[in-house]
């Protein structure tokens, strides 16, 4: 079930009714009625991987149980985590690297002079949204195990907790010490926290719909026929990605944000206006926030952070990015994009630049932003959106093909949308929003914060308009995130 479907607008309003006249008349059931619906949520798609999220729920909720009891022996503490790690990365495992690795061994051994009789792969489908609550779950577990946090002993809570359709299939990947301490306690409805979420959600929903959708077309055509097209081109398409991904991932984050505050709960936020970074370190502390702190605190800290030598610190760099690739999807594509943003991040750190813009952002005390600001955010954009070209292409021939065209073919050529819409159009549709993301950049859950209602006004009937305007019923609505 989409969050831009006919089927999540009708699904949301009764399931918030429902819920509210459920609070009203019996607490207690607040949680039961949020795994009902949210399991009705995921089976939405394919009910046989409900069997998935239960078994990761269990798992995770009893080692939870014996990490804590085993507060005095760390070697069957550790034991028990290590039940939880290949649980649950045996899951991820199997249902999206298992193909991966066999064909990465079929190749290699084929490069020495091998051949393998048949490939031993497998037709596996991946369930939706596996990448994001295993490392929720797993994320509960280290938390006990390094006494961050006590196991709950309410194990409704905490199957609400790994299911919550909000950010069930595509985050963001919460932390018990933020969602379960909320769950645990009674929520009561709150009008401005509604009203909040319903901002959100046209939020969301406007960059879904009228930024990452309408560029989906022409990003699909210069992709897939980069080979035809000049270096202008090439370029523009990559520009149109970093739009596109950005609107699809952030507009879900938004509209799962919003609906968390529907129900009463405030879900971390995502995104933080990543594309006005001005060094690829901040880029990071404000794209996909809730992954990259996972990262960091689960992967990058135990393997000694930045407390041991400079050539190790390097080293953890290195591994949270290739991993952090990995997971996002099984090719060597998104490898080599997590290396490059490595290669990014590495001189940064041993400039010490990586930490230097955690508490402002640009233009913090200006209007404008500065001359050196605006180039450090122009450079910061377009290491990273050259990134993507390894991110959106089907594998590393097609993506070094791509960048072979941008830096060969100089030609200057005025594209055409492949369905002959007016490419002015979708320029100023991209100025305007960079404007307006630049004058909200100081609170990205206030996206309508203005004192004047009026304007307030003119700006919802403009989002909608704006979705309306853009809105294409004839392509792939899904987002992109969903495949990982």
């Known amino acids: 079930m989409l969050f831009n479907s006919v089927q999540f607008a009708l699904f949301l309003p009764i399931v918030f009714l429902c819920y509210w006249v459920i609070t009203k008349i019996r607490p207690k059931a607040q949680n039961l009625f949020l795994i009902a619906a949210s399991y009705f949520f995921y089976a939405w798609w394919d009910w046989r991987f409900l069997g998935l999220i239960i078994f990761s729920t269990v798992v995770d909720y009893v080692v939870g149980q014996r990490i804590y009891v085993q507060v005095d022996d760390r070697k069957k503490a550790k034991a028990w985590l290590m039940v939880s790690v290949m649980a649950n990365l045996g899951l991820l495992g199997f249902f999206k690297y298992y193909n991966f690795f066999v064909d990465s061994l079929v190749d290699g051994l084929q490069a020495l002079g091998y051949t393998l009789g048949s490939t031993y792969t497998l037709n596996i489908i991946l369930p939706v949204g596996i990448s994001f609550y295993t490392f929720q779950t797993l994320s509960y577990s280290f938390d006990i195990y390094y006494r961050r946090l006590k196991p709950t002993t309410n194990f409704v809570a905490f199957t609400a907790f790994v299911s919550f359709f909000p950010q069930l299939v595509a985050g963001p990947i919460e932390r018990a010490s933020n969602l379960l301490h909320q769950i645990e306690r009674p929520r009561m409805f709150r009008y401005k926290q509604a009203a909040d979420g319903l901002k959100l959600i046209l939020w969301g929903l406007f960059k879904k719909l009228a930024i990452a959708d309408a ?21 523009l398409g990559v520009v149109m990605f970093s739009f596109q991904v950005y609107g699809d991932f952030s507009g879900y984050s938004d509209i799962a944000i919003g609906t968390a505050k529907l129900f009463g709960i405030e879900l971390m ?49 290195a591994v949270v990015f290739l991993v952090s690739g990995l997971w996002h999807g099984a090719n060597w594509t998104f490898v080599f994009w997590g290396g490059f943003h490595a290669l990014l991040f590495i001189p940064v750190f041993l400039l010490k630049r990586n930490r230097i813009y955690m508490d402002s952002v640009i233009g913090q005390n200006t209007y404008l932003p500065s001359l050196k600001e605006t180039g450090q955010v122009l450079l910061t954009f377009g290491l990273v959106t ?24 100089f030609q200057m050529e005025w594209y055409t949308h492949p369905l002959g819409y007016r490419m002015v159009d979708y320029y100023l549709l991209m100025l305007l929003f960079v404007v307006y993301e630049y004058r909200i950049r100081k609170n990205e859950r206030s996206p309508f914060h203005f004192k004047s209602p009026f304007v307030r006004f003119v700006l919802y009937v403009l989002a909608i308009f704006g979705i309306l305007l853009f809105y294409d019923d004839g392509i ?3 987002f992109i995130y969903f495949q990982f």
């Open 215 to 235: 560029l989906a077309p022409m990003v699909d055509d210069i992709f897939a026929h980069y080979g035809t097209y000049p270096s202008s081109t090439l370029i």
């Open 476 to 478: 792939n609505r899904s």
């Open 386 to 409: 050259f990134s993507r070209i390894f991110f959106r292409s089907p594998n590393l021939a097609d993506a070094f093909a791509y960048i072979r065209g941008i830096f060969t073919d």
């Open 269 to 317: 936020s995502n995104f933080r206006f990543p594309h006005f970074s001005r060094n690829v370190a901040e880029y990071w502390q404000r794209w996909h926030v809730s992954l990259s702190t996972w990262f960091r605190h689960y992967v990058y800290i135990p393997l000694g952070g930045s407390r041991v030598s400079k050539r190790r610190a390097v080293f953890n760099i």
